[in-house]
């Protein structure tokens, strides 16, 4: 055995299931060669996973598709159905919604945003809402679904789509999947974390059994205590409940009522929000509040009271902190889900915030030597990734014009990071929109949710006025029409479901 044969990891150890643990358990084994490095993952049976996100958004398919899952078995599994977008409701007033789509608005013209051109038609008079421009939105609105195709040329290429699905039925899924590829699973809990004298690293685990656990790569899966990353590391925590001040959710699952929208529903209350996510067989629900503004008891009052169907199970609690490890690799340890942070489920970012970090470590995978440039890269890119979805988050908060709570308005009079500030004011004067294509959140993300919450330019390109008003009339006049014809011509999202990966009947 050769000296690059030697340094190589032969063990990671993975601490805690649920969907983190075993999507990190799921990745690995995919690409990693079981002979050569062995992936062990130890849960409790005795610990329940929080299991919040049950909401995705459309990069779930590349991690599955890079796993080749196969679509229709995995939503049959987990009782998925399709996500074209999130209704908000209430967010900038009372008795207002708009839906963020999964979806491109219009079509570009000159090289200049179709939203500039959509600018100039309102300013004239044009009461078109810039939502009816996107196909995804439509569809939603009418119930409908089908697979979008690859043809760049039809309007049935502008849209993308995610899934609902309950979380702890993904878990068991990948579990399956990742015991299949030689993953190693332990049951016990963790009661010591054995640090080395020399470094600082983690050594080893013992668990409550007597059983010890070596490994040369620590995954920290354990959920907000985050067991290795805090407990054993003391890496800290960046706390941003300034801007994110909820810090409680509960939750509690209901009958459905009716057939499942394609998309979710964002509801703000008095001192938080309300989700509700469709299932195949369920409705999810959860309450998401500021304790500071709201107590439990009437959280959980607020949600009873607004549940679309019977309550299945008694309210479940979960309190948190928004915010994100100072460091999410530290030593010989990674930190994966809500171990690494949390930004509470309004973009249904948590599951993607997963997937990233597990990608990352694909690319960064180290040997034993930990090299601090990989360490580096890893830890930059997931700030940045952190950073990305937290600005998103705090400008639906910041932009709201409530004046009915003092939650709503401590919200509408906070200061905000001066990256989300710079993102406001230029689009404001502008209707320019500050991204990188490489970002999570890019134009058509950021234009629909400063429309959504009334953030409308004051001026726009003014290449615009290269074309004649009655032409861009025409022009936008046009693609509504497609658009509508479009997703009339859809089958409903029902029939979609039935025909295309129905759960079995003794699962629903």
Same mark, same amino acid.
């Given at each position: 055995?050769?000296?690059?044969?030697?340094?190589?990891?032969?063990?990671?150890?993975?601490?805690?299931?649920?969907?983190?643990?075993?999507?990190?358990?799921?990745?690995?084994?995919?690409?990693?060669?079981?002979?050569?490095?062995?992936?062990?993952?130890?849960?409790?049976?005795?610990?329940?996973?929080?299991?919040?996100?049950?909401?995705?958004?459309?990069?779930?398919?590349?991690?599955?598709?890079?796993?080749?899952?196969?679509?229709?078995?995995?939503?049959?599994?987990?009782?998925?159905?399709?996500?074209?977008?999130?209704?908000?409701?209430?967010?900038?007033?009372? $008795?207002?919604? /708009? #839906?963020?789509?999964? &979806? %491109?608005? @219009?079509?570009?013209?000159?090289?200049?945003?179709?939203?500039? =051109?959509?600018?100039?038609?309102?300013?004239?008079?044009?009461?078109?809402?810039?939502?009816?421009?996107?196909?995804?939105?439509?569809?939603?609105?009418?119930?409908?679904?089908?697979?979008?195709?690859?043809?760049?040329?039809?309007?049935?290429?502008?849209?993308?789509?995610?899934?609902?699905?309950?979380?702890?039925?993904?878990?068991?899924?990948?579990?399956?999947?990742?015991?299949?590829?030689?993953?190693?699973?332990?049951?016990?809990?963790?009661?010591?974390?054995?640090?080395?004298?020399?470094?600082?690293?983690?050594?080893?685990?013992?668990?409550?059994?007597?059983?010890?656990?070596? $490994?040369?790569? /620590? #995954?920290?899966?354990? &959920? %907000?205590? @985050?067991?290795?990353?805090?407990?054993?590391?003391?890496?800290? =925590?960046?706390?941003?409940?300034?801007?994110?001040?909820?810090?409680?959710?509960?939750?509690?699952?209901?009958?459905?009522?009716?057939?499942?929208?394609?998309?979710?529903?964002?509801?703000?209350?008095?001192?938080?929000?309300?989700?509700?996510?469709?299932?195949?067989?369920?409705?999810?629900?959860?309450?998401?509040?500021?304790?500071?503004?709201?107590?439990?008891?009437?959280?959980?009052?607020?949600?009873?009271?607004?549940?679309?169907?019977?309550?299945?199970?008694?309210?479940?609690?979960?309190?948190?902190?928004?915010?994100?490890?100072?460091?999410?690799?530290?030593?010989?340890?990674?930190?994966?889900?809500?171990?690494?942070?949390?930004?509470?489920?309004?973009?249904?970012?948590?599951?993607?915030?997963?997937?990233?970090?597990?990608?990352?470590?694909?690319?960064?995978?180290?040997?034993?030597?930990?090299?601090?440039?990989?360490?580096?890269?890893?830890?930059?890119?997931?700030?940045?990734?952190?950073?990305?979805?937290?600005?998103?988050?705090?400008?639906?908060?910041?932009?709201?014009?409530?004046?009915?709570?003092?939650?709503?308005?401590?919200?509408?009079?906070?200061?905000?990071?001066?990256?989300?500030?710079?993102?406001?004011?230029?689009?404001?004067?502008?209707?320019?929109?500050?991204?990188?294509?490489?970002?999570?959140?890019?134009?058509?993300?950021?234009?629909?949710?400063?429309?959504?919450?009334?953030?409308?330019?004051?001026?726009?390109?003014?290449?615009?006025?290269?074309?004649?008003?009655?032409?861009?009339?025409?022009?936008?006049?046009?693609?509504?029409?497609?658009?509508?014809?479009?997703?009339?011509?859809?089958?409903?999202?029902?029939?979609?479901?039935?025909?295309?990966?129905?759960?079995?009947?003794?699962?629903?």
């Amino acid at each position: 055995m050769n000296e690059l044969q030697k340094n190589r990891l032969q063990s990671i150890v993975i601490v805690g299931g649920g969907t983190a643990g075993w999507m990190t358990a799921a990745a690995l084994s995919r690409f990693l060669n079981k002979n050569t490095c062995s992936i062990t993952l130890v849960e409790s049976e005795q610990i329940g996973t929080v299991g919040v996100g049950e909401a995705t958004i459309p990069a779930i398919h590349d991690f599955n598709q890079k796993l080749r899952i196969n679509e229709q078995d995995f939503m049959r599994s987990t009782n998925a159905t399709f996500k074209l977008g999130i209704e908000f409701e209430n967010w900038s007033r009372i $008795g207002e919604s /708009y #839906i963020h789509p999964f &979806g %491109f608005f @219009g079509q570009d013209m000159n090289g200049v945003g179709f939203h500039h =051109y959509w600018n100039k038609m309102r300013q004239l008079g044009d009461p078109t809402q810039y939502d009816h421009y996107c196909l995804a939105y439509v569809a939603a609105k009418m119930g409908k679904f089908k697979h979008p195709t690859k043809e760049l040329s039809s309007v049935f290429s502008t849209y993308f789509y995610a899934f609902h699905f309950d979380a702890s039925l993904y878990a068991k899924f990948l579990r399956t999947f990742s015991e299949e590829l030689g993953v190693l699973r332990k049951e016990g809990r963790i009661v010591d974390t054995k640090l080395r004298a020399n470094d600082g690293f983690i050594e080893s685990v013992k668990l409550e059994s007597g059983e010890v656990i070596h $490994g040369d790569l /620590y #995954i920290d899966c354990s &959920g %907000f205590r @985050g067991l290795l990353i805090e407990e054993a590391l003391n890496t800290g =925590y960046e706390e941003w409940s300034r801007w994110l001040p909820c810090d409680r959710a509960v939750a509690i699952p209901s009958e459905n009522t009716s057939e499942p929208r394609p998309y979710t529903r964002a509801i703000a209350q008095s001192a938080g929000w309300q989700w509700q996510i469709p299932l195949q067989n369920r409705t999810g629900n959860g309450h998401v509040y500021c304790s500071n503004y709201l107590s439990d008891d009437n959280a959980e009052k607020i949600l009873s009271g607004n549940l679309p169907g019977k309550a299945l199970a008694d309210p479940k609690i979960l309190k948190f902190t928004t915010g994100k490890r100072k460091r999410t690799w530290n030593k010989n340890c990674i930190a994966i889900g809500l171990s690494g942070g949390f930004l509470e489920p309004l973009e249904s970012t948590s599951i993607y915030l997963i997937q990233a970090a597990i990608m990352k470590l694909l690319e960064c995978l180290p040997d034993k030597s930990f090299k601090p440039a990989l360490i580096q890269d890893f830890n930059a890119s997931m700030d940045d990734k952190f950073l990305q979805v937290r600005d998103f988050l705090i400008f639906h908060y910041k932009a709201n014009q409530r004046q009915d709570s003092e939650f709503w308005k401590y919200c509408q009079h906070m200061d905000v990071p001066v990256s989300l500030e710079y993102k406001m004011r230029l689009f404001h004067e502008r209707g320019h929109v500050v991204y990188k294509h490489s970002d999570l959140f890019v134009e058509a993300n950021w234009v629909s949710v400063f429309h959504g919450q009334h953030l409308i330019p004051k001026k726009y390109d003014p290449r615009v006025e290269c074309l004649q008003t009655q032409q861009i009339a025409e022009r936008l006049g046009q693609m509504k029409k497609v658009i509508l014809n479009a997703a009339d011509s859809l089958p409903s999202h029902a029939k979609t479901i039935s025909r295309y990966c129905a759960a079995p009947a003794e699962q629903t």
